[in-house]
């Protein structure tokens, strides 16, 4: 092994070991710094500016705006943390600009009434389900997708829980976040605490035999990619044109909230953001919000001009 190469694999013990990343985290660092190491074959030297700007501008040829911040922030931590145990006199990333123009998407929301409808799909499904196995799979559906819109947990966040994380006698629920950070968030909504209730009673050999709160019917984890296909299955059934994703209904969880009034500062804790600029992108999402205001708070609405 090359000296790189040891470096990365001590990096990766670090970010185990020490810092207590998630193994999500890690995979994605893993792949970004292969792919670094990959780029580095047979060039001279992997630790010099010019090497790691080459890779940058290899990056932007590659890849969205997004996922190339992501792949620069996996290798700057690496730098970091080679010159934080003195291996590197000085980080490559000192001397460089990697500033760039990302373009500003606004989150994707699903309009209240498609909700409304997708969620009776959900319970006209259960109803009508032909044997144990279907109705077992609904009583699971149902669970995810109104936890989902209820908490508007990331779907991450969903896939991981474990038993002891949801209390449905306090009707409170312990997710762990990006970077393992703890909140606590209430259900408030009966029918949502009947679902999980249900949910518990139905699948409860399971998840002792799986140790995750939901399962499939390997008793293992539910996968990220099982609820996708969840929820473009039972859109169809709706009737739903529209593209929907897990990450949808924690747009419109804020969007929705916003919508009513509630403090952005308290949305922002709930959706577990470190920084308010990033939950401050769903008040240009708002358009119901933004027609309330300008047809009965603009000031020209108090005004009587030309014989009005």
């Known amino acids: 092994m090359n000296i790189l190469t040891n470096y990365i694999t001590e990096y990766m013990d670090y970010c185990e070991y020490r810092k207590r990343l998630d193994s999500k985290t890690r995979k994605a660092y893993k792949i970004d710094l292969g792919q670094y190491e990959c780029f580095c074959s047979g060039l001279p030297d992997a630790f010099s500016k010019n090497t790691v700007d080459g890779f940058i501008t290899d990056l932007h040829k590659r890849y969205k705006p997004k996922t190339v911040k992501r792949k620069i922030a996996s290798l700057k931590a690496f730098f970091h943390y080679l010159n934080y145990r003195e291996y590197l006199e000085e980080t490559p990333f000192a001397k460089l600009d990697i500033r ?19 969620l ?6 259960k109803e009508q389900a032909k044997s ?24 991450s966040e969903l896939c991981s829980l474990k038993p002891a ?21 209430q259900i408030g909504n009966g029918e949502v605490i009947a679902a999980l209730s249900l949910y518990q009673d139905t699948f409860r050999e399971d998840i002792s035999i799986c140790g995750y709160y939901f399962v499939n019917r390997r008793h293992n984890r539910l996968s990220d990619q099982s609820v996708r296909f969840m929820i473009n299955r039972y859109a169809e059934l709706a009737g739903i044109d529209q593209h929907l994703t897990p990450h949808m209904f924690r747009h419109s969880f804020a969007t929705l909230l916003l919508e009513q009034d509630v403090d952005i500062r308290y949305i922002q804790r709930m959706l577990g953001h470190s ?34």
């Not at 760039?100 to 997708?118: A, C, G, S, V």
């Not at 144990?132 to 779907?155: P, Q």
């Not at 994380?165 to 968030?185: A, F, M, P, Q």
């Not at 308010?276 to 933004?290: D, G, P």
């Open 120 to 125: 009776s799909t959900l319970y006209t499904q």
């Open 165 to 185: 994380n949801i209390d449905l006698e306090s009707k409170t629920i312990l997710i762990y976040g990006k970077g393992s950070k703890e909140r606590i968030l």
């Open 100 to 118: 760039f123009r990302e373009p500003k998407l606004l989150p994707k929301t699903i309009p209240f009434h498609l909700i409304q409808t997708f």
């Open 275 to 308: 920084s308010i600029s990033t939950t401050e992108i769903y008040t240009h999402v708002s358009n119901v919000k933004q027609k309330d205001i300008l047809y009965n708070k603009h000031p020209r609405n108090l005004m009587e001009v030309n014989g009005g």
């Open 132 to 155: 144990e196995y279907e109705t077992r799979c609904c009583v699971r559906d149902i669970a995810v997708i109104e936890l989902l819109f209820a908490t508007g947990m990331r779907i």
